[in-house]
């Protein structure tokens, strides 16, 4: 029966292997299991041929297949849908593919077979050749790979590609259901390089693990919680029925994060910061969301961090502006198109100039003028303050070293110079100063460095090593805005402070109100005790400067005595003031 169903013929051109060859002991050989049966229900399929390999993968324990059935093998499953694989090969006379699962023991085992139709004599019921193949650690091999390849290996999140894939079906069923909206929140946790810089990166993995199951507790059912890099977190709110629902889950992480964490041992608060975009306020694409999200979320950032920011249509259009904004400014620093301003200080008793604040001004060949409100924050954020830093420096030391050579009186003159927070803290300020006191032969004394409490504060043991080093090269130093900080009063006893500027707030007040003249007054005899010089800024009308005289204040400057003025201006004010 079984030399019936098989015909073997062989290639002209093949070497002959022998007439003693059974073809069938060649199965056994095979990696494949290989089981040969007949179609006939009535008598429950019967197995004809089958390998070991066959007989391993089915379970068949006897060494005869003789008497067993198709129907018998509980492997197979043999039924709907397999039984009309069967039949449609056996239709078709074409190789049929399938595969499917089966619980055994507890696990899903995974189970694939090529169906191919055999040659059969007039009469006989018909046959087919079934090759098996148990599929189950390939399976899971591939889903091993899948999950890595679409999962955060630390948190065990969601990661970026599987995120956006989600999104994309998100906002598909928006396209497609009238008043359907989702929503993605991009989260990042404020200061998280403390964790890692205090306790070390295992500290921060912890942190960021035990981050993520809380956050999936501040979760719907439905909602994706993804993890892109670091400690940027994005989620997926899915059918909303407003912002609320948004704004409502933020609220509630803000909540959760006030609670204490341990982090080695040690109680730390952190905190994060949320930017939202959805599709009913952003745009319909799921790479525009997120993006949309994330800029809003660095718009938290900049405002003070542990806060959520909604995404608007304009904000996009201001942040697309930065962008080119920050290239043109690029330009201009590299093409030296920028210019320095001088704005006069002045000896409120005497009235002579005795000294330039010099400050930086852009005149864009196609915007125009545009304000430092805009351009020096940019600078700060994209590293670009740096060079305009230094380039500032140089330009007025010689600037001031031009007026001394040709300007009689001028010996005393000198120059102040803004050091932004993010220079000081980056640049290597006293190498800069060294540098231009080299380059432009001015004494160290005619050269005034302000600097903010924001400057100080970040680091003040590396702020007093720095400004120790300055001091040391001849310059002055003047702590800028004083009045706005907390603990403006700890600077002047830590660091090496000679001037005091009197933030313009207080002065603007000054003539009508009198909590802001006693200030000022308070402000005078500190530094009247300190032997410091105090510098009123933002005098605009007489009535300012009387009083500002009359508290005790030396110097002053503001649009009552002079707007800042480009060099020649400046040159002239100076000449006309020496007379």
């Not at 460095?449 to 400057?455: F, H, K, P």
Request: with cysteine.
């Amino acid at each position: 029966m079984a030399g019936s169903m098989l015909k073997i013929t062989r290639d002209p051109e093949t070497p002959d292997i022998g007439s003693d060859i059974d073809p069938y002991a060649l199965l056994g050989h095979l990696s494949l299991g290989v089981v040969v049966c007949e179609i006939d229900e009535r008598r429950g399929n019967p197995v004809l041929i089958a390998n070991e390999q066959a007989k391993s993968l089915l379970m068949i324990t006897d060494t005869s297949i003789r008497d067993w059935c198709l129907d018998d093998v509980s492997v197979l499953e043999f039924g709907e849908p397999l039984l009309s694989e069967f039949h449609r090969a056996v239709k078709t006379q074409r190789p049929v593919h399938y595969e499917w699962d089966l619980e055994f023991n507890g696990q899903t085992r995974n189970f694939a077979c090529e169906i191919t139709p055999l040659e059969t004599a007039c009469g006989q019921s018909p046959r087919v050749m079934c090759t098996l193949a148990d599929r189950t650690a390939e399976k899971r091999a591939g889903a091993n790979l899948l999950h890595h390849a679409l999962h955060d290996g630390l948190t065990g999140l969601p990661n970026r590609s599987h995120f956006l894939n989600r999104l994309e079906e998100a906002v598909a069923r928006c396209h497609g259901e009238e008043n359907r909206a989702c929503a993605v929140l991009m989260l990042n946790v404020d200061r998280f390089q403390l964790i890692n810089e205090s306790f070390g990166h295992p500290a921060g993995d912890a942190f960021l693990i035990d981050l993520a199951n809380s956050l999936r507790g501040c979760l719907r059912g439905a909602d994706i919680l993804a993890r892109f890099n670091g400690d940027e977190f994005a989620i997926l709110i899915d059918d909303i029925s407003g912002l609320d629902d948004a704004t409502g889950l933020a609220a509630r992480i803000h909540q959760m994060m006030e609670v204490p964490r341990i982090v080695s041992d040690s109680e730390a608060y952190m905190s994060v910061s949320i930017g939202i975009s959805t599709t009913q306020t952003s745009h319909m694409h799921p790479e525009n969301l997120i993006r949309d999200a994330d800029i809003s979320m660095h718009r938290s950032k900049n405002l003070g961090r542990s806060r959520t920011e909604v995404f608007a249509r304009d904000t996009h259009i201001v942040r697309t502006g930065q962008i080119q904004l920050e290239t043109d400014l690029r330009k201009a620093i590299e093409n030296e198109e920028l210019e320095l301003f001088y704005q006069p200080i002045i000896d409120l008793e005497q009235g002579r100039t005795i000294a330039f604040e010099a400050l930086t001004r852009w005149h864009h060949p196609e915007r125009g003028f545009v304000s430092p409100v805009d351009f020096i924050p940019l600078a700060e954020e994209t590293g670009l303050i740096l060079p305009l830093g230094r380039w500032a420096m140089l330009e007025s030391c010689r600037q001031l070293r031009a007026w001394q050579s040709s300007l009689a009186g001028t010996k005393d003159l000198f120059i102040n110079v803004n050091m932004s927070a993010v220079q000081f803290l980056q640049d290597d300020i006293p190498a800069t100063v060294a540098q231009c006191l080299a380059e432009t032969g001015i004494q160290g004394r005619n050269l005034r460095l302000e600097i903010t409490e924001t400057a100080l504060v970040a680091d003040p043991d590396g702020a007093a090593e720095c400004l120790h080093a300055i001091k040391r090269l001849g310059p002055t130093l003047a702590l800028d805005d004083f009045g706005t900080g907390y603990s403006s009063l700890n600077y002047l006893n830590n660091f090496p402070i000679d001037c005091i500027k009197i933030d313009r707030s207080f002065v603007g007040r000054v003539d009508r109100d009198d909590q802001s003249a006693k200030i000022i007054r308070i402000i005078t005899m500190l530094a009247d005790t300190l032997k410091m010089s105090v510098v009123a800024e933002g005098i605009e009308n007489s009535e300012q400067h009387m009083m500002m005289r009359s508290l005790g204040c030396r110097y002053g400057q503001g649009f009552l005595f002079s707007r800042p003025l480009p060099q020649e201006e400046a040159t002239a004010h100076l000449k006309a003031s020496l007379k």
